[in-house]
């Protein structure tokens, strides 16, 4: 289909490009790409000084070909009526059973029950009984509710397609199609808005969206690997996200948990776009996606 053909293009000027540079914050600038087709969506790394290095998703969800969804990892209840809704599963899984075409962990979540392996604790395991700690609302069902106001930053997707962003959500609306909630919206009406208390750098996943929300941003940041990339603040994340464009962003579920999945349009694979955090217990020199509760992923029709 012609609009894939111009897809596979733009998502290679983003990568290979020739990139301008647009100042970030003093003594701080990022290079973006110049895709001189029009696509549904491009792919771009960026790298800062920090160093900070990660990946950004310019979607157009305008588009009506554009569907972006909310869906648990693994939808089987291990626990009945327990606390648990699902199963963690990885991110890359998750996107290979929806087929969606980018894909990103969501929510902070609890996982309960733990395994000891090679003399470690281990919390995050394929299977372990997992729920939601915000909103999480898919399959016209609502499986995860905020229980502090801190967790009420949410992603509504509505029954007409569009998204916004909103902060301190105290209820869904009436037409929510899907909604996922985060710990903070850093960014609000175009102004830098992290919490009080914003010291700490972490690999992040988190979303924007522009002022007329016709561009949705999907942001993964590497952290926790000099010399590759530090991490980064909310105060931080936020800057970056004015820069690509964004009026609002929330910050979702981080540290090893971070992890961005593209669809390659030609081949059908998928690849894990940015550095996760996560290494094996085992010591082993390998890089490992953190199983999660729950996704965003988007689908070109």
Same mark, same amino acid.
């Given at each position: ?16 490009? =020739? ?64 606390? =648990? ?217």
């Amino acid at each position: 289909m012609k609009y894939r053909q111009l897809l596979v293009l733009a998502t290679f000027i983003a990568f290979t490009g =020739c990139a301008t540079t647009r100042d970030l914050a003093p003594g701080i600038t990022v290079p973006l790409s110049s895709p001189v087709l029009p696509s549904l969506y491009t792919v771009e790394r960026f790298n800062l000084p920090g160093p900070v290095a990660g990946v950004v998703v310019k979607v157009n969800v305008a588009d009506p070909r554009v569907r972006v969804a909310v869906a648990l990892a693994d939808d089987r209840d291990p626990d009945g009526a327990g606390p =648990c809704v699902g199963q963690l599963e990885t991110t890359s899984q998750v996107a290979r059973k929806h087929n969606f075409d980018i894909t990103i962990n969501a929510s902070f979540f609890a996982a309960p029950t733990a395994r000891e392996i090679a003399g470690k604790k281990v919390y995050y395991f394929v299977g372990n009984c997992a729920w939601p700690e915000g909103w999480h609302y898919s399959n016209g069902k609502l499986f995860g509710e905020p229980k502090t106001a801190r967790l009420r930053s949410t992603m509504v997707v509505h029954r007409d397609k569009s998204v916004t962003l909103v902060d301190a959500l105290q209820t869904l609306p009436a037409d929510t199609q899907f909604a996922i909630s985060g710990n903070a919206m850093m960014l609000k009406n175009g102004a830098v808005t992290p919490p009080a208390k914003d010291e700490a750098r972490h690999p992040r996943s988190a979303l924007g969206l522009s002022a007329d929300a016709r561009t949705l941003y999907v942001v993964a940041v590497d952290g926790r690997q000099e010399p590759h990339s530090r991490g980064v603040t909310l105060a931080e994340l936020a800057s970056i996200f004015i820069q690509f464009g964004a009026h609002n962003a929330i910050n979702l579920d981080g540290g090893g948990s971070t992890s961005l999945v593209i669809k390659d349009p030609a081949s059908g694979a998928f690849s894990i776009a940015n550095q996760p955090s996560d290494t094996s217990v085992l010591k082993l020199p390998l890089r490992i996606e953190r199983p999660v509760v729950d996704v965003v992923g988007i689908s070109i029709d």
